[in-house]
């Protein structure tokens, strides 16, 4: 009989199967899949974590089994990311290895910036007449009045230029709309 709550364990972690890499144990990771021997002796998947610095053992995150376990069998380490430099000597299958492959392909190159492309530097607060924090609260008190939006408006700089950019894309969002009415 095989280990139980397999689909189950790789659906919560988005996983296509349980990873092939035991753990060390003695290294960190944020997840990990321990397979749990049951009190009626049989087998089950379940998430686990360690950290070194503060846990002396792993620690069950999510069980399947509605049995209590008695102890870990082993626990498979989940990789926090992937690795796109050395899928070749990674713990996959052909498989996985082709769709890494791939993967990292489309990575690369939705990450290069052609050349041809100018870089386009926004001002800090998205609009050009605006150079402080005390002309954004202002902007934005006429904004909020002329559009009926009740609220309060914000104090802290960064909590400014977030609520700048929001109210840039809304006014962008809205000329391409006239824009394209008339047409």
Excluded at 98 to 103: I, K, Q, T, V
Excluded at 173 to 178: D, I, Y
């Amino acid at each position: 009989m095989g280990i139980r709550f397999e689909k189950e364990v790789c659906q919560y972690l988005s996983l296509p199967s349980i990873p092939l890499k035991e753990w060390d144990g003695k290294s960190s990771f944020k997840d990990g899949v321990a397979v749990t021997k049951l009190s009626l002796g049989d087998l089950a998947y379940a998430v686990c974590t360690f950290n070194a610095d503060t846990d002396k053992e792993p620690r069950i995150k999510k069980v399947f089994a509605e049995e209590r376990f008695s102890g870990i069998d082993k626990i498979f380490v989940v990789p926090s990311y992937m690795d796109t430099k050395d899928i070749e000597n990674a713990d996959l299958d052909e498989q996985s290895k082709e769709a890494a492959e791939r993967l990292a392909q489309e990575t690369e190159e939705m990450t290069e910036t052609p050349e041809n492309e100018e870089k386009v530097e926004m001002p800090e607060y998205f609009f050009d007449h605006i150079h402080n924090d005390e002309e954004a609260i202002a902007f934005i008190t006429a904004y909020n009045r002329d559009n009926n939006i009740r609220g309060a408006v914000p104090s802290k700089h960064e909590t400014l230029v977030m609520r700048l950019g929001v109210i840039f894309n809304d006014m962008k969002k809205k000329q391409q709309e006239t824009a394209g009415e008339q047409q």
